[in-house]
C-alpha cells in the first residue's frame, strides 16, 4: 500500500515535470519564431537604410554636380559680359572715329 502511494506520487511528479518540459519547450520555439521574426526584420531595415544612404549619397554627389555645372555656367556668363563691355568701348571707340572723319 505505501510502496504503491509512493509510485502514486512519483508518478504524478514526472507527469508534471513533463508538462512543465512540453511548456518550456513550446515557449522555446515561439521565442525562437520571435527571435527569427526580428532578425528578418533587422535585416529588412538594415537594407532600407542601405538604400536611404545611398540615394543620399547619389543625391549629394548630383548635388556637386550642379554645383559645379553652375558655377562653370556663371564663369562662361561673366566672360561673355566681359567680351560685351570690350565690344560695347569698341563700337564707341569707332564711331567717335567715324563721327571724327566726317
Partial sequence: QQVRRHLLA???CLEEE???????EHQR??????????????FHYLDR???EQDRGKEAREKAEQLAQEVAELGRAVSARETDLVSYRRQFVTDMEEILHLQ
Fill in 10 to 12: 512519483v508518478t504524478h
Fill in 18 to 24: 513533463r508538462a512543465k518540459s512540453a511548456n518550456l
Fill in 29 to 42: 520555439q515561439a521565442l525562437a519564431l520571435v527571435t527569427e521574426e526580428l532578425k528578418q526584420t533587422s
Fill in 49 to 51: 537604410l542601405k538604400e
